[in-house]
C-alpha cells in the first residue's frame, strides 16, 4: 500500500572564464521528493589557477542544513577537498575526500 519513494531533479549551472586559469561556477538545483516539499541548493565555486577551489553554498527547505562552505586542491591526478555545514542545533557537519581522477587530469577539481 506505500507508494514507492521517487525524486525529480532539476538544475542549472553557469561558468564565468576568469583569465587563463581561473573560473567561476554557480549553479542551482530544485530538489522533489513525493512526500516533502521541494528544497533548493545554492552554490558557488570559485577555482584560481586550475589547482585551488573554494566554494560556498545555502540550502532552503531543509529541516537542519543551511550554510556550507569549503576548499580543494588539486596536484596532478589527486585532489583533497574539505567541507563544513552548518547544522544549526546539531553544530557542524565536517567532510573530507581524498580522489583520484582518471582520464584527463585538467577537467575536475
Known sequence: ????????KAGLMNRIIIGQKNELVSAIDVVKTNDSDA????GIEYKAIDSFAFRAGYKYGYDLDSFT?????????????????FMGVMNYIHCISLNYHYGNKGESL
Open 69 to 85: 562552505l569549503g576548499a580543494g586542491i588539486k596536484i596532478g591526478y589527486m585532489s583533497l577537498d574539505y567541507g563544513v555545514g
Open 39 to 42: 528544497r533548493y541548493n545554492f
Open 1 to 8: 500500500g506505500d507508494p514507492l519513494p521517487l525524486t525529480a
